[in-house]
């Protein structure tokens, strides 16, 4: 019902930026937030961001606030997460996700994700 598609993923330069776009469609009323994850290899999925809907509410995670901002346009079905300042430990399989919740920022209170895409930061 619900599907998330990510892009804008690539190989970049530390230093670099980078806008990620997750297209959301078959989304229902109940679903209130939309949030962005990433995952290192051997590493547990780490929370980034999320903005809610009808408010647009947002949070970002401690580890790259500063450096990353989520936003999103409801015209597009559309949420992005512009990354500045890239560093190699940035490097990480970037998701978006949907969830029921009003506030979540574990990766348990998401239930809907989407494919990734994939960021890899050269020093």
């Known amino acids: 019902q619900v599907q998330l598609l990510e892009s804008g993923g690539g190989l970049v330069q530390a230093g670099d930026s980078l806008r990620l776009s997750c297209f959301i469609s078959g989304r229902t009323a109940s679903r209130f937030t939309t949030g962005w994850f990433r995952q290192a290899p051997g590493k547990e999925r780490e929370f980034l961001a999320r903005?809610?809907?009808?408010?647009?509410?947002?949070m970002v995670a401690r580890s790259v606030r500063g450096r990353f901002t989520i936003s999103r346009d409801n015209a597009k079905n559309t949420v992005y997460l512009q990354m500045n300042s890239l560093q190699s430990e940035d490097t990480a399989l970037y998701y978006c996700?949907?969830?029921?919740?009003?506030?979540?920022?574990?990766?348990?209170?998401?239930?809907?994700w989407g494919q990734g895409t994939q960021v890899t930061v050269s020093s």
């Open positions: 996700a949907s969830s029921t919740y009003l506030e979540p920022d574990s990766y348990v209170k998401y239930d809907y």
């Open positions: 903005v809610s809907y009808g408010p647009e509410l947002t």
